[in-house]
T-cell receptor, first 110, second 115 residues
Framework: SQQGEEDPQALSIQEGENATMNCSYKTSINNLQWYRQNSGRGLVHLIL?????REKHSGRLRVTLDTSKKSSSLLITASRAADTASYFC??????????FGKGTSLLVTP | SAVISQKPSRDICQRGTSLTIQCQVDSQVTMMFWYRQQPGQSLTLIATANQGSEATYESGFVIDKFPISRPNLTFSTLTVSNMSPEDSSIYLCSVAETGGQETQYFGPGTRLLVL
């Protein structure tokens, strides 16, 4: 079942700018994961943040998690044209299957 | 991280036929999942496939339409039966790391078009 909701649905920025995507969810989670998908291909795992963590970094990526607000954000700093893709958040509750949001389509123009 | 391959990568099929999609992992994993991504949409879980037991299907998906096999810890198949144009989607398999509550890795997907 779908739980996460990303916003915005679409985002267009120029190279060098930062991109921020938000994800909200409805129920308690074990962890939240962000994925990237290029042109309808497979999903690439970006980062996992556990429910007891508030912030995580990986390279140009910064993820925050606010369990009181049931929300997460993904920040991509100094964006590049190669970052153009769809970004999905996915939550994992007490089970083993991910619940995906609808995704944010990011376009980075040179 | 696990490396996952899927076959075929894409196919065009006639309605009423069936297609079997293969998912191969380079390491032994307990839990495998099959997802569907309809055009322009997010991913929806079809079923969880664990070796040695029947697949567990999500609401809206049935075994007669999407039979799954899981003969060992590195391989699974999903069959899309009696296809209609509404089955046109990307089908992805994924595997969970030990315990199932950690990172899931996805295969490259199978893009299916039903005419």
């Amino acid at each position: 079942s779908q739980q996460g909701e990303e916003d915005p649905q679409a985002l267009s920025i120029q190279e060098g700018e930062n991109a921020t995507m938000n994800c909200s969810y409805k129920t308690s989670i074990n962890n939240l994961q962000w994925y990237r998908q290029n042109s309808g291909r497979g999903l690439v795992h970006l980062i996992l943040i556990r429910s007891n963590e508030r912030e995580k970094h990986s390279g140009r990526l910064r993820v925050t998690l606010d369990t009181s607000k049931k929300s997460s954000s993904l920040l991509i700093t100094a964006s590049r044209a190669a970052d153009t893709a769809s970004y999905f958040c996915a939550t994992l509750d007490s089970g083993y299957a991910l619940n995906f949001g609808k995704g944010t389509s990011l376009l980075v123009t040179p | 991280s696990a490396v996952i391959s899927q076959k075929p990568s894409r196919d065009i099929c006639q309605r009423g036929t069936s297609l079997t999609i293969q998912c191969q992992v380079d390491s032994q994993v307990t839990m495998m999942f099959w997802y569907r991504q309809q055009p322009g949409q997010s991913l929806t879980l079809i079923a969880t496939a664990n070796q040695g037991s029947e697949a567990t299907y999500e609401s809206g998906f049935v075994i007669d339409k999407f039979p799954i096999s899981r003969p060992n810890l590195t391989f699974s198949t999903l069959t899309v039966s009696n296809m209609s144009p509404e089955d046109s989607s990307i089908y992805l398999c994924s595997v969970a790391e030990t315990g199932g509550q950690e990172t899931q890795y996805f295969g490259p997907g199978t893009r299916l078009l039903v005419l």
